[in-house]
């Protein structure tokens, strides 16, 4: 009979990038995905990694910050491990506020006045009605990213099961053995619960975790460099790829497991871009999709050790799954090496919210 040392429930970004770690942590580990790996809100996200706290709840910002630094040495490494290709851009954000006054000052402390006139750093940009200001950003393709976290897991030795829902956490001697999917049983002494909007459908706990809808786009732009930074709107932002695409979100939905996308929905963020660079009243649109976030009563993850020995959580990254999975990889491996995390996860632990299943 085989075992590992960890099951980590969920192949999205998160459950991924901790696999790996601890798989260069010299642990073996099994990931047992519901679906097909990085095909959820991995793959729906755009991949912004903005972490300067206009929109990052104050208790992420550490979190938040620590991680977008981590950022180039993570891809880096994924690079060599995977030999792909992460599309990892660093020409930062232009933010066109119309927030509240708060909001206003909160941004313009975080942000940087444009090193240009805007018609030089952006041409293509319609003639703003508002002001506008720079942010230190970076952004990356979570589609190639994904990809990468589960080329190098494979290639270090993890372990992936797909295709099948894990029902249950199964526990003995009041601690874990393993888990039960709709075929079959895995064992391993010890169990993280990576599985984002699904997370809390597994018995014997259910954490307060809930989908939130987002529908996005796709645009192949008329020209390649038609955009170089992220153009953020309270209405609407653009994601440029360095291969000429630009992704164009997103919604804020409470629908439940609806990944349905609606037309008018999506010609409406269309037409938000274009009124921001009419150039792309002539782009095809590639895709439509929408995907489901993981969100939490109070906006926090749901990170660390439950009251079951052996079985963890790392849950409820809602839109930032992408810019926290390098820093959760390595909160997460220390607290199931039993080790004292570098940062203070109290906040973000399981039982200020448990419920019994």
Request: net charge negative.
């Amino acid at each position: 009979m085989k075992t590992w040392d960890v099951i980590v429930i969920g192949g999205g970004i998160v459950g991924l990038s901790l696999s790996l770690e601890l798989r260069k942590r010299g642990a073996s580990v099994l990931v047992a995905e519901r679906g097909e790996c990085g095909r959820e809100a991995s793959h729906a996200a755009g991949g912004m990694l903005a972490d300067c706290g206009i929109e990052i709840p104050a208790g992420l910002q550490t979190l938040a910050t620590s991680s977008a630094r981590m950022y180039p040495d993570f891809v880096r490494d994924l690079e060599l491990d995977s030999d792909m290709k992460v599309d990892l851009r660093d020409y930062g954000s232009i933010l066109f506020l119309g927030l509240e006054h708060e909001e206003l000052e909160t941004a313009f402390a975080l942000a940087h006045p444009l090193p240009s006139p805007l018609a030089e750093v952006e041409p293509a940009l319609a003639p703003p009605d508002r002001a506008a200001c720079y942010l230190r950003e970076r952004s990356v393709d979570p589609r190639a990213l994904t990809l990468a976290v589960l080329a190098a897991a494979r290639r270090q030795g993890v372990d992936i099961s797909s295709g099948e829902d894990v029902t249950a956490v199964n526990m003995c001697d009041g601690g874990v053995s393993g888990v039960t999917t709709r075929k079959t049983s895995f064992f391993a002494p010890k169990v993280v619960n990576c599985a984002g909007a699904w997370s809390g459908q597994i018995a014997p706990l259910a954490f307060p975790t809930r989908p939130v809808k987002g529908q996005m786009l796709c645009l192949l732009s008329p020209r390649r460099e038609l955009l170089k930074h992220v153009i953020r709107t309270p209405e609407v932002y653009l994601i440029p790829r360095s291969d000429g695409r630009i992704v164009v979100g997103s919604t804020l939905e409470e629908a439940g497991f609806d990944k349905r996308t609606d037309v008018s929905t999506i010609q409406r963020l269309r037409q938000a871009a274009i009124a921001l660079v009419p150039e792309l009243q002539n782009a095809k649109i590639l895709e439509d999709w929408a995907g489901l976030r993981p969100g939490t009563p109070d906006s926090l993850l749901v990170l660390g050790a439950t009251s079951v020995l052996g079985y963890y959580v790392a849950t409820g990254h809602f839109r930032d799954g992408i810019l926290l999975a390098p820093i959760t990889a390595k909160v997460m491996a220390d607290v199931v090496q039993a080790k004292n995390p570098e940062y203070d996860i109290a906040a973000f632990s399981p039982q200020r919210f448990l419920l019994a299943a």
